[in-house]
């Protein structure tokens, strides 16, 4: 079993910026890949980043790259998400991820990833 729990989401104002973290405890990571996905009212479950535990390899989605950053810290067992230059339509629960052995073309799809953090509202508004 994988525990995330993440932290750091709040009201932003556009243009602003917020660091989401998540914690991970449970098991080693080290063949484990780390995402970040949001989920805003109505619409569905929505990849933003991920980044693999042991080569620290990224991908971000079309909709944050250059304005969002994933990262990890391996002493603290922690996932970070960057988020600069916020627009409204940032504003969703993030949700942090984990999940083994994910094939490289798998790894934007949420179905692949089996533990789940609870969440943390990003509001961006004026």
């Known amino acids: 079993q994988v525990q995330l729990v993440e932290s750091g989401g709040g009201l932003v104002q556009p243009g602003g910026s917020l660091r989401l973290s998540c914690a991970a405890s449970?098991?080693?990571?080290?063949?484990?890949?780390m995402g970040w996905f949001r989920q805003a009212p109505g619409k569905e479950r929505e990849f933003v980043a991920y980044?693999?535990?042991?080569?620290?390899?990224?991908l971000h989605a079309d909709s944050v790259k250059g304005r969002f950053t994933i990262s990890r810290d391996n002493a603290k067992n922690t996932i970070y998400l960057q988020m600069n230059s916020l627009i409204p339509e940032d504003t969703a629960v993030y949700y942090c991820?984990?999940?083994?052995?994910?094939?490289?073309?798998?790894?934007?799809?949420?179905?692949?990833?089996?533990?789940w953090g609870q969440g943390t509202q990003v509001t961006v508004s004026s």
């Open positions: 991820a984990a999940g083994a052995r994910i094939l490289v073309y798998r790894r934007t799809n949420a179905n692949k990833y089996n533990y």
């Open positions: 449970g098991r080693t990571l080290d063949t484990y890949t």
């Open positions: 980044i693999t535990w042991s080569s620290g390899y990224t």
